[in-house]
């Protein structure tokens, strides 16, 4: 949606003039130094489900602003991680772009995230993105990639301002205790995971293996089990080892990743491996592999290299519980 704006009004011819402040859809408020326009969406294809939406744009000075909100649909398992995951997902797929960086926001309350992404035209594109009583609200502004950020760009993004405050105290995804189907494991996840499987070779058998994902903007939350057959017998210290750095090796080429690091750790009192790799587009991640008494579980977290969130990444890394 925002990128089907940008062909059109990155060809206006504007005018520099003095900041205006300017009262957006449901009394949000913003200040630019141009008067944005309606954006005339008549031709434009909403995404299904959508009630409304409007979008409004403004280029001064080589520099182009955005305003957009809608009012997505909502599902039983929706929640803010998978709406914000959902526009930023679309977001990407219509920039094209590599992600520059990604921070988690609350404004006034209310949950959002920020993200810059470069593409491949010479563009970059400075986005804040909250999700505020049911509505998406989304300010943006693109600027030509070889020169430096404007200053008006984070002083367009940072004028934004809700006519009500939300409740939320901290910013970042809220994650909580889900179990890894009947297995007696659980993790933590920013929301109701969805479920696949898919076959992995361990100890000379095939073994079924269920993934539960879940995602928080342009992180990527995945835990994993097995539980080895009653006909393989146990294998040895040396032997879990060795399977983690295979495994380990499988799904870094799966993804088209590189292994930056391994690096042996313990949960509770079993050994573990702790894999970090390199993934193109600006991403990056972590994986964890634990094997205890006959079970195995894969922890994987992936986002951009330039968002450092220590606290979500251990907090999911560090959140299996083993019930049998």
């Known amino acids: ?36 326009k309606k954006y005339d969406l008549s031709k434009s294809k909403k995404a299904p489900g959508v009630e409304t939406m409007e979008i409004w744009t403004g280029t001064d000075k080589g520099t ?93 993004l940072n004028s934004v301002h809700l006519p009500k405050d939300g409740t939320m105290k901290a910013t970042g995804p809220v994650l909580y205790r889900y179990p890894l189907g009947d297995s007696g ?24 293996t269920r993934n539960y994902g879940s995602e928080y903007c342009y992180r990527i939350f995945v835990a994993g089990y097995f539980s080895l057959p009653a006909s393989t017998k146990d294998p040895s210290a040396s032997d879990v080892s060795e399977f983690y750095k295979k495994i380990a090796d499988e799904a870094t080429g ?27 587009h600006g991403m990056g991640g972590s994986m964890e592999f634990v094997y205890h008494k006959r079970q195995c579980v894969m922890m994987m977290i992936f986002g951009p290299k330039a968002y450092k969130d220590p606290d979500t990444v251990n907090g999911f890394l560090n959140s299996i519980l083993f019930g049998k």
């Open 254 to 280: 799966e993804m088209g990743a590189t292994k930056v690091s391994d690096k042996e750790i313990s949960v509770g009192d079993d050994k573990a491996l702790l894999r970090e790799v390199s993934m193109p």
């Open 64 to 156: 182009t602003y955005f305003m957009e909100t809608f009012k997505p649909p909502m599902g039983s398992k929706d929640n803010t991680a998978t709406i914000l995951s959902g526009f930023l997902s679309g977001l990407q797929e219509s920039h094209k772009g590599d992600i520059d960086g990604e921070k988690n926001l609350l404004l006034q309350g209310w949950p959002g995230v920020a993200v810059t992404t470069v593409g491949p035209t010479g563009l970059t594109i400075a986005t804040r993105c909250y999700f505020v009583n049911g509505w998406v609200l989304e300010s943006s502004c693109a600027f030509a990639t070889a020169l430096p950020r404007p200053a008006s760009c984070d002083q367009f």
């Open 1 to 36: 949606m925002l990128v089907h704006a940008l062909a059109f009004v990155l060809t206006a011819q504007a005018t520099g003039q003095k900041w205006l402040d300017q009262t957006f859809l449901n009394g949000v408020t913003f200040s630019t130094p141009v008067a944005l």
């Open 185 to 208: 494991i659980s993790v933590v996840l920013p929301s109701e995971p969805e479920e696949s499987d898919f076959t992995a070779h361990a100890w000379g058998t095939s073994v079924k």
